[in-house]
Structures are given as C-alpha cells and as structure tokens.
Antibody
Framework: EVQLVESGGGLVRPGRSLRLSCAVS????????MHWVRQAPGKGLEWVSG????????DYADSVKGRFTISRDNAKNSLYLQMNSLRTEDTAFYYC?????????????????WGLGTLVTVSS | DIQMTQSPSSLSASVGDRVTIFCRAS??????LNWYQQKPGKAPKVLIY???SLESGVPSRFSGSGSGTDFTLTISSLQPEDFATYYC????????FGQGTKVEIK
C-alpha cells in the first residue's frame, strides 16, 4: 500500500523558517518524481515545487522561488521542503505528492498519490 | 509561468444532468492536461490524464477532450457522488492548477 506521511507543520512567525518532511512507503521511491502542493483553507490547489527522480531537476512556483528549497533522500525514502522567509500568504495545508513519471513536467506525468497534508500557519 | 483558467467557477446541476467544465491555458500545452476531483476534507483524485485518457477505476461517465489551449471535462450523467470540486492541471512545464470548479446540487 502506497503511503505518504507529511510532518513538520505548525505555527510560525512571519519571516521565520520551517522544514517539512514526507516519509513514503509502498513503492520504489527513487523511480518517481515528487511534488509539494498546497491548499489554503477553503481555497484551491497550488503547485509549490517538484523534484525529479534523482534530485537533479527541481522547479518552483514563482510565489516561493528563492525562499523554498525542495530536496529528497532516496536512501531514506524521504522528501523535504525547506521554507524560509515565511509569509502570512504561505498559510496552507501542504501535501506531499507522487508523480507517475520521473520528471517534474514535460513528459505527460500526473499525480497519482497524495499524503494527508500538514498544516502550516504563518501568523504573528 | 502558464496560467490555467477554468469556467465556470461553480455550477448547480441535478442528478442525471450532463455537465461540462472548461479549462484554458495561457499558452499551448499540447495534451499535457490532467483533471482531478476533490471532495471536502479529502486529497484530490485524478480522473483524466493526457487530456483524454481515463484513469483506471474511474467511471466511464467522465471524459476529457482538447489539445493546445482549450480543454473540457464532461460528466455524461451526473451522479450523487460526483458533487465535488474539479481542477485542471497542466504538466507541460512548471505544473499549475486551474482555480477549480465547484459542482453543487441544484
């Protein structure tokens, strides 16, 4: 059974940092690209960042570029999102998500599994 | 970045109705277009990938069409379990989602 379990969310002041983790099981982690997608309460889905199967190719939404860093440890079956200089508009549920392909985009991939999400609240 | 625009933002329909949702990309994305369904408190679920391919296990009343910049998701006969929010997503480059279309009961 495929499982993606996020952790690391919480309440943080504007300008501070937070690191999200996603532990995966039930599939060969290093065969697939991975993504972070967020959803503010009551709002729509926003793709945040993606990383290729081997970690060589990464991409970010303009809204987080320069502040967030995605990474993966294939030996530990884990995905990470380092979030710096957090803003109130970053408040959302953050979902770890698995792609069906190896690349972040451009090869017809899509997300076939999602975690349950972890809530990040940025507030003073 | 590619902007995805869905219409309508919401619609009211009855069980048995045919429902069509539109998605337009700000530039050509070939057929790299996916459709997801999300119910309250749940993670999204893919329905259609590559614009018109039905994901395994998804009922055949769901269909997708289009290429380039204009795409549609059609539900041929709306069922009670189909009341949800639907999102298009492009995977041509730097993935992005549409703003969503909420399908409500009339």
């Amino acid at each position: 059974e495929v499982q993606l379990v996020e952790s690391g969310g919480g309440l943080v002041r504007p300008g501070r940092s937070l690191r999200l983790s996603c532990a995966v099981s039930g599939f060969t982690f290093d065969d697939y690209a991975m993504h972070w997608v967020r959803q503010a309460p009551g709002k729509g889905l926003e793709w945040v960042s993606g990383i290729s199967w081997n970690g060589v190719s990464v991409d970010y939404a303009d809204s987080v570029k320069g502040r967030f860093t995605i990474s993966r440890d294939n030996a530990k079956n884990s995905l990470y999102l380092q979030m710096n200089s957090l803003r109130t508009e970053d408040t959302a549920f953050y979902y770890c998500a698995k792609d069906i392909g190896v690349a972040v985009a451009g090869t017809g991939g899509y997300i076939d599994y999602w975690g349950l999400g972890t809530l990040v609240t940025v507030s003073s | 970045d590619i902007q995805m625009t869905q219409s309508p933002s919401s619609l009211s329909a009855s069980v048995g109705d045919r429902v069509t949702i539109f998605c337009r990309a700000s530039q050509g994305i070939s057929s790299f277009l996916n459709w997801y369904q999300q119910k309250p408190g749940k993670a999204p679920k893919v329905l259609i990938y590559d614009a018109s391919s039905l994901e395994s296990g998804v009922p055949s009343r769901f269909s997708g069409s289009g290429s380039g910049t204009d795409f549609t998701l059609t539900i041929s006969s709306l069922q009670p379990e189909d009341f949800a929010t639907y999102y298009c997503q492009q995977s041509y480059n730097s993935p992005s989602f549409g703003q969503g279309t909420k399908v409500e009961i009339k």
